[in-house]
């Protein structure tokens, strides 16, 4: 069985009576929907993903970002590894979404579904590979924050390529550049129907304002995962005191422009600039080219930040010491660097899902 205790707090090894365990307190609904998310992911079984291939997948994924404690936690449920063709190719769509989402594409997804993967399998596989990005990126985090020894590594954790085509699969016009202007987003495959939820779903659906989403309708072809996942999404970014909402969003940015994502940058620079009241500095963000140093030209606390959240969003995250103490400088306490932490790894979930599920459309109503 999974297990039903704090699993990120035991693999990072955080001290109850330490300032940082005081500050997920703080942050209690982060702290259990990241645990319910796990639970809602791996205790489920279903025949067309076997939770064995669920936790192989796992595995892997971890040891991609080279977390072995994490790496190890799953394979060591894994009672015996598929060497079927399907699986094989999950793994190297996994691997994709791991180390580069946005080279994934819709032919992707039909392969996995020519393979044998059913829609609701193949939104559960995407699930995965971004929730273990997600919990890998905090088990670093945490230990940094908490002051206990990481590997050093050497990742570059500059700004990524992105999508320059001029057109979506259906025809639409797709943006060329990061922007904070309002875009669309479109799925690759079929989102599912409101009227294939039950009752309790769709209320469940209304509940966070998202049934007429494709996006959230896609998902819900997992509602378990997809309700803890808004939920740990609520509980990093909608909660008071800490880091200021606007330098949350800063974080999501700079996730996202690590990545690759324009549609999760449009939305989150948007909300950055708006609540800092810096639209020149956010947008100095954005234009940052593909392999330039996203904290250039930023004052000192966003260099900090920036600077950070970047590492955190490198595969695999190089975030160090050094950046905690510059932070520390800086003036940021306990909870905001739990904040600063969170706001980042969320991303490398969020965009891996928003990168390889489908792709960003520009309104007819609202060109860029």
């Known amino acids: 069985m999974t297990q039903t205790t704090d699993l990120l707090a035991e693999l990072a090894d955080i001290d109850p009576a330490s300032p940082l365990a005081a500050a997920r307190q703080q942050r209690d609904a982060a702290t259990r ?32 970002h080279q977390e072995e404690q994490l790496a190890a936690h799953y394979a060591a449920q894994t009672e015996h590894a598929s060497r079927s063709d399907r699986f094989q190719l999950a793994l190297e769509h ?49 230990r940094l924050i908490a002051g206990h020894p990481v590997n050093h590594r050497d990742t570059v954790f500059t700004a990524s390529e992105w999508h320059t085509r001029p057109q979506t699969d259906s025809g639409k016009a ?5 922007t904070t202007a309002s875009l669309g987003w479109e799925p690759w495959i079929a989102a599912k129907p409101l009227a294939e939820f ?8 209304a509940r966070f304002g998202h049934s007429d989403s494709d ?7 997992n509602l378990p995962v997809l309700e803890q996942r808004t939920l740990t999404d609520k509980g990093i970014f909608y909660t008071s005191g800490g880091l200021p909402r606007a330098e949350r969003e800063l974080a999501a940015t700079v996730a996202s422009k690590v990545n690759g994502c324009i549609f999760c940058a449009s939305v ?5 600039a708006q609540l800092s009241k810096q639209p020149q ?49 800086a003036g940021l306490n306990e909870l905001e660097l739990l904040d600063l932490l969170q706001s980042a790894a969320f991303f490398a979930w969020a965009n891996r899902l928003m990168l390889t599920l489908g792709e960003p459309f520009i309104p007819a109503e609202n060109p860029v």
């Open 33 to 64: 929907h990241s645990q319910g998310s796990y639970q809602a992911l791996f205790s489920d079984d279903s025949a067309d993903f076997p939770r064995q291939e669920r936790l192989a997948l796992a595995a892997q994924v971890a040891h991609w």
């Open 94 to 142: 996994a691997q994709r979404l791991t180390f580069q989402p946005v080279s994934a594409t819709s032919a992707h997804l039909t392969a996995l579904q020519q393979a044998g993967w059913t829609l609701n399998a193949i939104v559960t596989l995407s699930q995965i590979v971004g929730f273990v990005s997600f919990q890998s990126r905090l088990v670093r985090g945490y």
């Open 174 to 178: 797709a943006p060329r550049r990061f």
């Open 198 to 205: 039950d009752d309790q779903q769709q209320q469940t659906l």
């Open 215 to 221: 996006y959230f309708r896609l998902l819900g072809r």
């Open 268 to 272: 989150h620079a948007s909300k950055a």
């Open 281 to 329: 500095a956010v947008g100095q963000l954005l234009n940052t080219p593909p392999g330039g140093q996203l904290s250039a030209e930023q004052s000192s606390r966003w260099q900090a930040q920036i600077d950070f959240a970047a590492a955190i969003s490198a595969t695999p995250a190089s975030a160090d010491a050094q950046q905690i103490q510059q932070l520390r400088a």
